[in-house]
């Protein structure tokens, strides 16, 4: 199956470069510039740093870089994410994966390579965010599963009835009741559960 996703383009888009002043940064910036993209840069910690939701990228030193830095988790970056890469050494590779790097240069910076890089962070924060948003929602299916399951038991034992009685029984009171099914079966294992603490 082919992708025939158009030429991404990132004019007006704006950048932050979180790295120590360098000439790698001046390279980066220069790019920016030629592709129509508005470029920060900002160190060494942007957690205090205004207005940082209005950016569509962040560039990060995976050098230098360390978690205290950024104001979300290691991996929770709203945007996405490259890791500017010197050193080759495991533990920093380690810490931009950790942080949730979609993309990487590796340093020094030329006068090429950003186009890419912009590319394939923005593909993979996509899939990333896609991904996310797919666990949680199979994480909310089985929970809720597991709680039509418990609410199920409790009426089977206490009304001495078949499972599918209980489900029947558990489904029409929701009716009745005008709640969604998963709804009902919370209030009942909950009413369940204090009258057990009661106890």
């Known amino acids: 199956m082919n992708d025939m996703r158009p030429t991404p383009s990132f004019v007006g888009w704006r950048a932050l470069v979180v790295h120590q002043p360098h000439p790698n940064v001046d390279a980066l910036l220069t790019q920016f510039e030629r592709i129509?993209?508005?470029?920060?840069?900002?160190?060494?910690?942007?957690?205090?740093?205004?207005?940082?939701?209005?950016?569509?990228?962040?560039?990060?030193?995976?050098?230098?870089?360390?978690?205290?830095?950024?104001?979300?988790?290691?991996?929770?970056?709203?945007?996405?994410?490259i890791a500017l890469i010197g050193s080759e050494a495991p533990g920093r590779v380690s810490w931009a994966m950790r942080q949730g790097a979609d993309a990487q240069m590796l340093k020094p910076i030329g006068s090429a390579g950003l186009y890419s890089a912009l590319v394939a962070a923005s593909h993979g924060f996509e899939r990333r965010q896609a991904m996310t948003s797919e666990i949680a929602a199979l994480r909310a299916r089985l929970e809720s599963r597991e709680l039509l399951a418990e609410a199920t038991a409790i009426l089977m034992v206490r009304d001495n009835i078949s499972a599918k009685a209980a489900f029947q029984k558990l489904r029409l009171t929701a009716m009745a009741e005008r709640m969604t099914l998963e709804t009902m079966a919370a209030r009942l294992v909950e009413t369940i559960s204090d009258m057990r603490e009661a106890l």
Do not use: C
Not at 44 to 73: H, S
């Open 36 to 81: 129509g993209v508005a470029a920060s840069h900002y160190w060494p910690e942007i957690t205090d740093l205004p207005e940082l939701d209005r950016f569509n990228v962040v560039l990060i030193d995976a050098d230098m870089g360390y978690d205290d830095q950024f104001p979300w988790k290691p991996g929770g970056a709203p945007i996405p994410v």
